[in-house]
């Protein structure tokens, strides 16, 4: 008999004593339980079409002893029977079973026998937590917001542009890539500097993985006029945060002709749109997380979801948010670190504008010049030194455009920025910086042939899997985690 999914079982219609009553029908999955009593023995029954299960019901007096043992919890196995209204509460139907199929036994060996098994030991069993109810609605939910990227920018008008996974350059400007190589590591040729010689490696240069498609999605912009990548990204920075990979997912828009406010607007549509479609696609595994108690502490998820499709997010330069936060302090708030104009604001700060100031999202844009990419647009200077950005705001140093979307609970959920589209002053900061860009020739030349005003950002995908789930740690929110010392499954 032909297979029905759980997720088509459960939406099948049972009108009174209708057609689809008493309907033949064969379901395959896992055994999430198993209980019985007085001669009748039920089944939870979870295929992950969806969070629920479906109720197997059976007598056990019409199977062998043998098969009703067999079935156990995660047990594989195949049910034909008869899908009739239940008379039992939380459900509208269930399956009256007449024959079953043990496709595959699983003893008591099996990790994830209990319930409310903690998020430490889950990852610990990677491999099979998929399984669990949480993890299916997860990474359902994960599925989802990939859709929802892409079905945004195609409707947008924005063509999907793949950037390289191996690169011989540096975007960001920090020294924390992993090597890419088929060198002998054991017998590495060196120069009389003792300097590692390349041209013998696979590329004939020192090659990395990528920590962002963003400069190669600059050329794309510069001639697709909107593009977005969708792709893989590698930082071997050493933070074990419950916010840091070391491989994570990365969607970078980037589009010509785009200025600060615009890019704005489109961080904050782009992310209501995810969240709408959250809501929306997504019902019945959200509630599921809402409502599980036991594992996370999330019963207000839904609302909160909610809540950031009502606001407009706060639209913030960094000047001002360093003068909140300093008023803070004088009033007695504590911070771990210090925020001076000039700093990179640590996580707790930028929680604290998000979370206890505004309780709502922040765009803030045009950072210190000194912490920001070499890149982006410089904001004009005034005669003190200081310079001018978004509505006039004077800053008391250089300043660039970088427009980063700030979340509650999260942070820094987008990186992004207006480009500095001048030839000369982008040259004059890689200069500044004492930059080498031999390998980055080519990225010069979209401001050499044609240059064009452009912007563009970085949306962390596992970020924004942990807004969606209202999951603590990005280690759960993405099948197998990459960490620092974590390279299993
Ligand atoms: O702010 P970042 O470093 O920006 C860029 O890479 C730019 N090239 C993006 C652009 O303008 N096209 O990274 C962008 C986002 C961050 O806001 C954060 O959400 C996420 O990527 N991110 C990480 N997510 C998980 N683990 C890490 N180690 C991450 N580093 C950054
Ligand atoms: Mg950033």
């Known amino acids: 008999m032909k297979r029905t999914k759980v997720l088509d079982v459960l939406n099948m219609a049972l009108p009174q004593g209708g057609s689809e009553e008493g309907a033949s029908i064969c379901v395959k999955g896992w055994v999430r339980s198993k209980r019985g009593s007085k001669g009748i023995f039920f089944i939870a029954l979870n295929d992950g ?8 019901v059976g007598e056990e007096a019409n199977f062998a002893e043998e098969t009703i043992k067999r079935i156990t919890t995660g047990a594989c196995i195949s049910v034909e029977g008869k899908l009739v209204e239940s008379p039992a509460a939380g459900q509208a139907s269930e399956i009256q079973a007449t024959a079953i199929e043990i496709f595959g036994d699983c003893d008591n060996t099996y990790p994830l026998q209990k319930k409310g098994a903690s998020m430490e030991y889950l990852r610990t069993v990677a491999h099979l937590r998929p399984r669990t109810n949480l993890f299916g609605a997860i990474l359902r939910i ?19 542009f793949h950037t390289p996974l191996i690169t011989a350059s540096d975007c960001e400007g920090a020294g924390n890539m992993f090597q890419v190589t088929t060198k002998n590591l054991y017998d590495l040729k060196k120069d009389e500097q003792g300097k590692i010689i390349y041209d013998d490696d696979f590329f004939g240069e020192q090659t990395s993985l990528t920590v962002s498609g963003q400069l190669e999605g600059e050329l794309g912009a510069t001639a697709l006029g909107a593009i977005y990548t969708f792709g893989p990204t590698f930082r071997a920075e050493n933070s074990n945060t419950p916010r840091h ?30 969240v709408r479609w959250a809501l929306e696609k997504c019902k019945d595994d959200l509630e599921f997380i809402n409502n599980n108690k036991f594992i996370t502490p999330n019963q207000d998820l ?52 998000v979370e206890e100031h505004f309780k709502k999202p922040v765009i803030m844009t045009d950072y210190p010049t000194a ?75 979209t401001r050499k042939y044609g240059s064009c005003p452009h912007a563009g950002f970085g949306l962390g995908f596992e970020r924004l899997i942990l807004f969606v789930t209202g999951m603590q740690n990005i280690r759960d929110v993405i099948p197998f985690p990459r960490t620092p010392k974590n390279a299993e499954f």
């Open 49 to 56: 079409s969806t969070v629920k299960s479906v109720q197997i």
């Open 142 to 160: 994960r599925h989802n917001m990939a859709m929802a990227i892409h079905t945004y920018f195609h409707e947008h008008g924005y063509f999907y």
């Open 245 to 274: 990979l070391a491989e994570f997912w990365m969607i970078e828009p980037e589009v010509a002709f785009l200025d600060q406010e615009e890019l704005m607007d489109l961080e904050e549509d782009f992310i209501k749109y995810c």
């Open 302 to 353: 839904i609302p909160r979801l909610e809540g950031v499709l009502k606001d407009n997010f706060v639209r913030l330069p960094y000047t001002e948010g360093i003068n909140i936060l300093q008023e803070a302090i004088k009033n007695g708030k504590k911070f771990e670190f210090p925020c001076n104009w000039g700093d990179d604001l640590a996580s707790e700060h930028e929680r604290y504008l």
């Open 371 to 445: 912490i920001k990419s070499f890149y982006m647009k410089q904001n004009p200077a005034t005669p003190e030194g200081g310079s001018v950005g978004y509505k006039g705001c004077v800053a008391p140093g250089p300043t660039m455009q970088g427009t980063d979307v700030l979340f509650p609970s999260i942070g820094e959920i987008i990186g992004g920025s207006v480009r500095e589209a001048s030839y000369d002053k982008l040259m004059a900061e890689i200069e500044r910086r004492k930059m080498d860009m031999t390998h980055l020739w080519w990225y010069l030349d």
